[in-house]
């Protein structure tokens, strides 16, 4: 069964950063892209960024470009999500979701809140 | 990049009826590259179609999707209790993928 777990969210300030983690089970991680989608309160999702499993190619979102960074560990199953200079819009729940275009399996989320 | 209009924002219907959502796209989508998730409070979305009409793993075929180019729309045949929900297209000919604003089905 695929699991995907997500921590590293909370409360920072407008210019802070945070590091999001997703620990992934019950597959090959190192075969499969993964991505990062956020969904605002009340909103729908929006796509963040996403990394190929085959080359670590990476893609971003225009609204995240320059400001985040994602990364791969295969060696301990974990994606990760660098976000620095952050604003009040990029408040949202984030996804660890797997796939790169669409996404089949999704984890719980975690709060990512950006608030002086 | 491309915008996903649904219709109807909210869709009222009692259990055993048929939902017709629709997702209609600002541009062509290439190659039918279309997805439907379904999303209850307080949980992530779930797959349900990709390819505009083939459905994920697990799902029953009283979903089904259809369309092409710029129209699309997902059915629930009959509609049963768990299905009441909030449901998103989204789009991944043209990055960046994007998604709808949702229809949320209720019961009437």
């Given at each position: 069964?695929?699991?995907?777990?997500?921590?590293?969210?909370?409360?920072?300030?407008?210019?802070?950063?945070?590091?999001?983690?997703?620990?992934?089970?019950?597959?090959?991680?190192?075969?499969?892209?993964?991505?990062?989608?956020?969904?605002?309160?009340?909103?729908?999702p929006?796509?963040?960024?996403?990394?190929?499993?085959?080359?670590?190619?990476?893609?971003?979102?225009?609204?995240?470009?320059?400001?985040?960074?994602?990364?791969?560990?295969?060696s301990?199953?974990?994606?990760?999500?660098?976000?620095?200079?952050?604003?009040?819009?990029?408040?949202?729940?984030?996804?660890?979701?797997k796939?790169?275009?669409?996404?089949?399996?999704?984890?719980?989320g975690?709060?990512?809140?950006?608030?002086? | 990049?491309?915008?996903?209009?649904?219709?109807?924002?909210?869709?009222?219907?009692?259990?055993?009826?048929?939902?017709?959502?629709?997702?209609?796209?600002?541009?062509?989508?290439?190659s039918?590259?279309?997805?439907?998730?379904?999303?209850?409070?307080?949980?992530?979305?779930?797959?349900?179609?990709?390819?505009a009409?083939?459905?994920a793993?697990?799902?029953?075929?009283?979903?089904?999707?259809?369309?092409?180019?710029?129209?699309?729309?997902?059915?629930?045949?009959?509609?049963?209790?768990?299905?009441?929900?909030?449901?998103?297209?989204?789009?991944?000919?043209?990055?960046?993928?994007?998604?709808?604003?949702?229809t949320?089905?209720?019961?009437?």
């Open positions: 069964e695929v699991q995907l777990l997500e921590s590293g969210g909370g409360l920072v300030q407008p210019g802070g950063s945070l590091r999001l983690s997703c620990a992934a089970s019950g597959f090959t991680f190192s075969s499969y892209a993964m991505s990062w989608v956020r969904q605002a309160p009340g909103k729908g929006e796509w963040v960024s996403g990394i190929s499993g085959s080359d670590s190619s990476t893609n971003y979102a225009d609204s995240v470009k320059g400001r985040f960074t994602i990364s791969g560990d295969n301990k199953n974990t994606m990760y999500l660098q976000m620095n200079s952050l604003r009040a819009e990029d408040t949202a729940v984030y996804y660890c979701a796939g790169w275009v669409y996404f089949d399996n999704w984890g719980q975690t709060l990512v809140t950006v608030s002086s | 990049e491309i915008v996903l209009t649904q219709s109807p924002g909210t869709l009222s219907l009692s259990p055993g009826e048929r939902a017709s959502l629709s997702c209609r796209a600002s541009q062509s989508v290439s039918r590259y279309l997805a439907w998730y379904q999303q209850k409070p307080g949980q992530a979305p779930r797959l349900l179609i990709y390819g009409s083939s459905r793993t697990g799902i029953p075929d009283r979903f089904s999707g259809s369309g092409s180019g710029t129209d699309f729309t997902l059915t629930i045949s009959r509609l049963e209790p768990e299905d009441f929900a909030v449901y998103y297209c989204q789009q991944y000919g043209s990055s960046p993928w994007t998604f709808g604003q949702g949320k089905v209720e019961i009437k």
